[in-house]
């Protein structure tokens, strides 16, 4: 069964780099069949997909955060990860790692999600 | 970007109620569409894919219909663990786009 785990910290300053790694189990993250994503939920609020990567690197962004954001894969270490640049306070939210299937992308396996606040 | 509408954004319902959720897209999505269930504090839960085909486990009340722009995802008979927000999702073409959520809650 694969299982997706969200980690990094659940504070991050104005102006700053919000980093965010998901660590893949059960699976390999080269397999080359998915995708990998990253989707983020603000309290109260709709689900907003952030970006993807694939295994060979090569990631689809959001227009909408697509100056701010870059995903990468590890696959040494079955991880991939997000960084978003310059947050600000709209910038908090639950942030989800996913997994679609590389051929349809709807996500079938989700992390549980971790907050991240943006304050001083 | 695609835009996903909801409708309702919350209704109120009983045990054994049969429910009806509406998605509509801004433009045809070929029926690259998809249905989830959120409770609080948990990540989404995958239902339906490709408008109407259920995912392994997700229990035979719950089914899915549409094409083109419109989609219904309907709970035959609501039992006590299906009070819930559910969100569709288009994967037609990037930025994948959710609708805004029904909240399922208990008259």
């Known amino acids: 069964q694969v299982q997706l785990q969200e980690s990094g910290p659940g504070l991050v300053e104005p102006s700053q780099t919000l980093s965010l790694t998901c660590t893949v189990s059960g699976g390999s993250i080269s397999s080359g069949t998915y995708y990998w994503s990253w989707i983020r939920q603000p309290a109260g609020k709709g689900l907003e997909w952030i970006g993807r990567v694939y295994t060979s690197g090569s990631t689809d962004y959001n227009p909408s955060l697509k100056s701010r954001v870059t995903i990468s894969v590890d696959t040494s270490k079955n991880q991939f990860s997000l960084k978003l640049s310059s947050v600000t306070a709209a910038d908090t939210a639950v942030y989800y790692c996913?997994?679609?299937?590389?051929?349809?992308?709807?996500?079938?396996?989700w992390g549980q999600g971790t907050l991240v606040t943006v304050s001083s | 970007d695609i835009q996903m509408t909801q409708s309702p954004s919350s209704l109120s319902a009983s045990v054994g109620d049969r429910v009806t959720i509406t998605c509509r897209a801004s433009?045809?999505?070929?029926?690259?569409l998809a249905w989830y269930q959120q409770k609080p504090g948990k990540a989404p839960k995958l239902l339906l894919y490709?408008?109407?085909r259920l995912e392994s486990g997700v229990p035979s009340r719950v089914s899915g219909s549409g094409s083109g722009t419109d989609y219904t995802l309907t709970i035959s008979s609501l039992q006590p663990e299906d009070f819930a927000t559910y969100y569709c999702?288009?994967?037609?073409?990037?930025?994948?786009?959710f609708g805004p959520g029904t909240k399922v809650d208990v008259k």
């Open positions: 996913a997994r679609a299937m590389f051929t349809a992308n709807y996500f079938e396996y």
């Open positions: 999702q288009q994967y037609y073409s990037t930025p994948f786009t």
């Open positions: 433009q045809g999505i070929s029926n690259s």
């Open positions: 490709a408008a109407s």
